[in-house]
């Protein structure tokens, strides 16, 4: 009786990583019964964050920097301690702006590293236009 008892215990513990295979196997069948209505699925929903995210950073990026330029450009009539403040406000605008920028232009790269080596920067553009 011991044993049953020690066997329902390490069971009733362990039930997680018991379960994970039967769902991982339930998962593979929904996968493969849907075929290619998932792959395109899932393409178009990576074309909408990409067109979201390439448009809002970039705008954001482009934003940053003329409002950092306008804000620098400010600083040099402010006088002494109001300047040196204002001037590393505009350098960090600008800097965050270049940075949006790279980001948004290299978007299409890591999207094409994420859907595998057969889509390039050329056709995830064209896809999600």
């Not at 400010?74 to 300047?83: D, E, F, L, N, R």
Request: net charge positive; proline share 3%; with cysteine.
């Amino acid at each position: 009786m011991p044993k049953i008892f020690g066997l329902l215990d390490w069971l009733s513990r362990n039930i997680k990583v018991l379960m994970l295979p039967l769902l991982m196997l339930s998962f593979i069948a929904t996968m493969s019964a849907a075929g290619n209505s998932i792959v395109s699925t899932v393409t178009s929903q990576i074309c909408i964050i990409y067109t979201v995210v390439h448009t809002a950073i970039f705008i954001l990026g482009l934003a940053l920097m003329i409002g950092g330029a306008a804000l620098y450009a400010a600083s040099h009539i402010m006088p002494g301690q109001s300047k040196s403040t204002l001037q590393g406000y505009g350098m960090g605008m600008i800097l965050g702006g270049v940075i949006g920028v790279i980001i948004a232009e290299i978007a299409p790269f890591l999207l094409g590293l994420i859907m595998g080596s057969s889509a390039s920067v050329a056709s995830i553009t064209a896809a999600c236009s």
